[in-house]
């Protein structure tokens, strides 16, 4: 919030005025009575660092607060404050104890901030020790060594005066080996909220509980019917396992009253796990993963955890909203992947979880905005952004923090998380004493802003880092667990927070887009990601027209596709383009699967012929609603008549398609078999082969009919010779001899001559003419028009079947 929200310019009541001036006085009367106490023979310097330490004082003793119970004492209690000192100096401290200084109260939630920034003692800022037996003796502390302490003090002996918000110092006072007097040899401070009673308005309060992590999911999936998940790792488990991240936050929130901000992605990730999953290799294989049973107990849990509870659905794998409005929203198309992302996050929370969620709410990345953000958060269905005060500061003077909601124009509002509490847990939290540090400032901030100078019931909301870590999650539910229970707040959902009356003084301007955060500029998704997005949905949107059942294919590459602009990227680079770039490939895999098998070069002989293509189906479903187009390079030479065919494959077959073809002219033509969607995209590589025609023309018919016509004459000159030879030997009586001068005459009168010396030779020939039945082949015969048929592979060339 402003600084404005702070007090700054105003006056503290005339009661809190004589409150802190008397505190001031009892702060230094003890310092005063130390200054009088030294030694005579400690110099001037000496005695001021008895009360102030020098260069070599507070910085020389490290000093830890592990605990501080309770976080919000009231009458009656008993304050314990735990933790150890450790000896930075090269000189052994002596004579040393721990003790607890408390006061003044402090005034306004910026006097918090310069609190918890100091480091050395301060007089008159730091309050005297409570001291007497409220302190822990160390009497010997080596360099380098530590020792633990333990304080109780009864909450009445600390003098505690109105309500407020009060600063407690643990400080270390002793000797050293150069310095034998008392000093100051460190302090350690932090806050001790004071609300005894129940306020008689208390501010509403709204924490986020976030249960969001990055992507695990492939886009692969098994071909079996289930359509086992395919996972990058096996991280996710170690998250939902008893212990991991999630577990813990999921444990720690159930016991109390937030709004839980789901990613539906995580859900759906955990579900397709309890499902049954395999991991991903690098070599590209997977193993089976084995985590199923963690799975189902997390989902279960979760069940539990969040019926009847207040829950918000972020879109699907929780994208990148500033990404998306500066890199990719003009890249077309990238807006609808967003409102798709939106549109399945409730019935995924619904289907999973068995709670409706809200999907009313955008959250920007730590809620910064500017108007292209409102625009592009808007643009799928949400009427109310997730801001953070540093990014929608008060620019009115108010002089308190005004309530979150406040409309910014367009139907839209603006809910305005705090960034003081918002941020108060993104540390190192493994630590004990940074873990207790941070509780007991969130609580201070917190009432503070109850004891702000206004009647009016506020309405104020907490929105954390999206993915704390386990330690960070303990450290919230911790200082929640005190909030919830103490007597200056009361929780409401985020739902109540946005339809709660806004401050008319609170600011409503969007910060400009010059304003926004450079830090966070730096690391958005770059437009090459969005284009790569869209390049593959547009794959998508051409492979899902020729499925029989879409919905295998569709929706897992529809969610990885979400996937591919999730916020979790930022800071990955390498992995975000790696995750994109494997979703296309992959796609591309299985959209190769449907194809048309390679042609080699054809022969054709003739005026017409059919030339066969086969399309080939390697997918376990039927594909349709493709065209096989046979196209000619040469249309004057060979024509193709049914040029396009409709294609129906089943799952894991083959069908070939026979087109006819004429031909007009010899010579090598081109020919590009293309697969087409109905629409007349190209679907896959084209095939291209080459056809040789040997078209048959007029002269050769005329040559070929003339050796078939010799051919049938010769056959009837053979047949009439033998026809007359077999005549005139049945005719032949038996006492007719050879007759003088090898001359005889039939009956007919028919005069035969026989040459004497070839009968002597052999059997008598009818004409030598006349070829007998195995009579070779004359060179002259005309030879056939085609080949034999040849059951032999043919060669290089394909003969194409006619």
């Known amino acids: 919030m402003a600084e404005a929200a702070d007090f700054q310019g105003t006056s503290p009541s005339p009661a809190r005025r004589w409150l802190r001036r008397s505190g001031a006085l009892l702060a230094g009367a ?52 735990s933790g150890s000192v450790t000896n930075k100096s090269r000189q052994t401290i002596t004579d040393g104890h721990v003790g607890i200084r408390v006061g003044p109260s402090l005034s306004s939630r910026s006097a918090i901030d310069t609190a918890a920034r100091r480091t050395s003692f301060q007089p008159g800022l730091d309050a005297a020790e409570v001291g007497g037996k409220y302190v822990a003796k160390v009497t010997r502390l080596a360099a380098g060594s530590s020792q633990r302490f333990s304080i109780s003090v009864p909450v009445k002996e600390l003098d505690l005066g109105s309500d407020g918000v009060y600063q407690l110092g ?67 488990a170690k998250e939902i396992s008893p212990g991991g991240r999630l577990d813990q936050l ?244 985020l739902a109540e927070a946005a339809k709660a009356k806004p401050d008319p003084g609170a600011t409503t301007k969007v910060p400009p887009t010059s304003a926004y955060p450079s830090a966070l500029r730096n690391r958005e998704l770059p437009r090459a990601a969005f284009e790569r997005i869209q390049q593959t949905q547009s794959k998508l949107d051409k492979f899902r027209l020729i499925l029989t059942d879409e919905s295998r294919v569709v929706t897992p590459f529809g969610r990885a596709i979400d996937r591919g602009m999730s916020l979790s990227w930022r800071g990955r680079p390498t992995e975000a383009a790696s995750f994109r770039q494997g979703v296309e490939t992959y796609l591309d895999g299985l959209m190769n699967l449907v194809h048309l098998i390679p042609k080699s070069d054809a022969k054709l002989s003739g005026r017409s012929a059919t030339i066969p293509v086969t399309v080939q189906n390697n997918l376990v479903q039927g594909v349709g609603h493709l065209v096989l187009r046979l196209t000619s390079q040469q249309p004057t030479r060979l024509k193709i008549g049914n040029a396009e065919q409709q294609i129906q494959v089943a799952g894991e077959h083959s069908q070939s398609v026979k087109f006819t073809t004429s031909t007009k002219a010899n010579g090598p033509v081109k020919v590009v078999a293309q697969l087409y969607t109905e629409d007349g995209q190209p679907y896959g590589s084209p095939v291209t082969f080459e056809v040789k025609v040997t078209e048959i023309t007029s002269t050769v018919m005329l040559v070929i009919g003339g050796g078939v016509l010799l051919l049938v004459l010769a056959g009837f000159r053979m047949y009439t010779q033998r026809k007359r030879a077999a005549a005139l030997q049945t005719e032949e009586e038996p006492d007719n001899g050879p007759k003088e001068g090898g001359v005889s005459k039939d009956t007919d009168g028919t005069v035969d001559t026989v040459n004497t010396e070839d009968s002597k030779d052999g059997p008598e020939r009818a004409s030598d003419s006349e070829p007998e039945a195995d009579d070779p082949e004359h060179p002259s015969d005309p030879t056939p028009d085609t080949a034999p048929e040849s059951a032999d592979p043919s060669g290089t060339g394909e003969r194409v079947d006619r």
């Not at 005579?40 to 660092?49: R, Y």
């Not at 308005?201 to 079996?224: N, Q, R």
């Open 250 to 493: 999921l444990s720690l929130g159930s016991g109390l009253d937030v709004t839980w901000v789901l990613d539906p992605d995580l859900l759906a990730s955990v579900d397709a796990m309890h499902g049954g999953y395999r991991i991903q290799q690098e070599d590209g294989t997977t193993i089976p993963g084995e985590n199923r049973a963690v799975a189902t107990a997390w989902l279960a849990k979760l069940e539990k955890a969040v019926q009847n509870q207040n829950v918000v659905a972020l879109p699907f794998a929780d994208p990148d909203l500033a990404s998306l409005a500066h890199r990719g929203k003009d890249v077309t198309g990238s807006l609808s992947h967003l409102k798709d992302a939106t549109d399945v996050a409730a019935e995924t929370v619904e289907t999973i979880a068995h709670v409706k969620p809200s999907t009313d709410f955008a959250w920007p990345v730590d809620g910064a905005v500017d108007p292209s953000i409102v625009q592009v958060a808007t643009s799928a269905g949400a009427d109310k952004v997730l801001v953070r005060s540093d990014s929608l500061r008060e620019t009115g003077g108010l002089q308190y923090t005004p309530s979150a909601a406040r409309p910014i124009g367009g139907g839209t509002t603006a809910v305005v998380a705090d960034e003081r509490l918002s941020t108060a847990f993104q540390g190192d939290m493994v630590r004990a004493d940074n873990s207790t540090l941070a509780v007991q400032k969130f609580l201070a901030q917190s009432l503070m802003i109850n004891l702000q100078d206004t009647d009016d019931e506020r309405s104020i909301v907490v929105a954390p880092q999206r993915m704390p870590t386990a330690s960070q999650a303990q450290s919230m539910a911790a200082a929640l667990r005190v909030l919830q229970q103490g007597n200056w707040t009361e929780s409401q959902g």
């Open 30 to 81: 003890p310092l005063l009575a130390g200054l009088f106490q030294l030694p005579l023979g400690v110099p001037a310097q000496a005695a001021e660092t008895a009360a102030v330490a020098d260069a070599t004082g507070s910085g020389a003793v490290d000093i830890h607060l592990d605990s501080l119970s309770p976080s919000a004492p009231t009458d009656g209690d008993t304050v314990t404050v």
């Open 170 to 236: 643990v400080s270390l006072t002793g000797r050293t080996t150069a310095q034998q007097w008392d000093q100051i040899l460190g302090i350690k401070r932090t806050f001790l909220p004071w609300q005894p009673d129940a306020a008689d308005t208390k501010t509403k309060t709204t924490y986020l509980w976030p249960l969001i992590s990055t992507v695990h999911l492939t886009a692969e999936t098994g071909s079996d019917e289930q359509q086992t998940p395919v996972f990058k790792n096996d991280d996710l």
